[in-house]
């Protein structure tokens, strides 16, 4: 498989005091109203949506109602030429709206109401609504990167192996709902008994043999809100960082390696272990019996 920097999207971040109000844009909320706690943000919806169109918004709401629908209203939306997409819900809706705005001119916008919400973190937009749209309306717009595998854009990271096993067996189960909780306790589960694969890794031109149980291609750095695997990612610096875990500790968890291969920078040995950085605009993966996720 290939993993790769290949494009970017616009989108909308932090408040910015110097930033003047946008009195005429045009945005589309594409709401996931089976994400997180959707059902108890209902009324703050609606006033978001009353307090930017008192601003001059011209918004129109959107449901979705099954699988690929955000992917549709997104693409909808770009051939309308729309300012914004504003995705309420969590990180699984904004990784579907993110593969049609991949290249356009319209922002990707955020109303954190998801179980983690990685991208919000990412980005200090606040986990409230209130201070969400805030954001919306004082914020910035800039341009970040997409990472790719095979065909298919992520905007966090891409995992193959332990990691790739994890979410899917997190996905639609009540145990997500727990959030970081349920990622822990699934990943301790499976750990248990899970086997190392062999990954041919090409990063900056050199070819890389690994055993490994898990690897994490990161745009940014927080893993599941958490953890940060990818403790050095930019997201708009061109470049996509990888770590490779490749054993278990002795006390039943996951010991990490990083390959070191470009210029960049290395790390200090004071908080990973056994570790330097590797980062590349074009990454290729071989791993047999292995999948990805993103």
């Avoid at 089976?34 to 059902?39: D, R």
């Avoid at 958490?226 to 930019?234: E, L």
């Amino acid at each position: 498989m290939i993993i790769g920097f290949i494009d970017k999207i616009a989108r909308i971040t932090s408040i910015d005091s110097t930033a003047s109000e946008q009195t005429s844009c045009s945005a589309v909320v594409i709401a996931n109203p089976t994400s997180g706690s959707y059902i108890y943000h209902t009324r703050q919806l609606e006033e978001t949506l009353a307090f930017l169109r008192a601003a001059g918004w011209q918004i129109e709401l959107q449901l979705t109602k099954e699988a690929g629908d955000a992917c549709r209203l997104a693409r909808q939306a770009v051939a309308r030429k729309t300012n914004v997409v504003v995705a309420v819900g969590g990180d699984g809706t904004i990784n579907e709206i993110i593969q049609e705005l991949a290249g356009s001119e319209t922002a990707l916008g955020v109303l954190p109401m998801g179980t983690v919400n990685v991208w919000a973190r990412e980005t200090n937009i606040p986990l409230d609504v209130t201070g969400a749209r805030e954001v919306l309306l004082h914020g910035v717009t800039r341009r970040i990167d997409l990472g790719k595998v095979n065909d298919r854009y992520f905007l966090l990271m891409a995992g193959i192996g332990f990691d790739a096993a994890v979410t899917r067996a997190v996905e639609n189960k009540p145990v997500k709902r727990l959030g970081v909780l349920g990622y822990l306790l699934v990943g301790a589960w499976l750990g248990l008994g899970y086997e190392s694969f062999r990954a041919h890794l090409t990063i900056n031109g050199r070819v890389i043999k690994k055993n490994a149980l898990q690897i994490v291609v990161g745009n940014t750095q927080l893993y599941a809100g958490a953890i940060k695997y990818t403790w050095q990612a930019k997201c708009d610096d061109g470049l996509l960082d990888v770590c490779v875990v490749r054993k278990r500790s002795m006390l039943g968890g996951r010991r990490s390696i990083w390959i070191y291969t470009g210029p960049l920078y290395s790390s200090s040995k004071g908080t990973q272990s056994d570790c330097a950085a590797a980062n590349a605009r074009i990454i290729f993966i071989g791993a047999a019996g292995a999948s990805p996720t993103t």
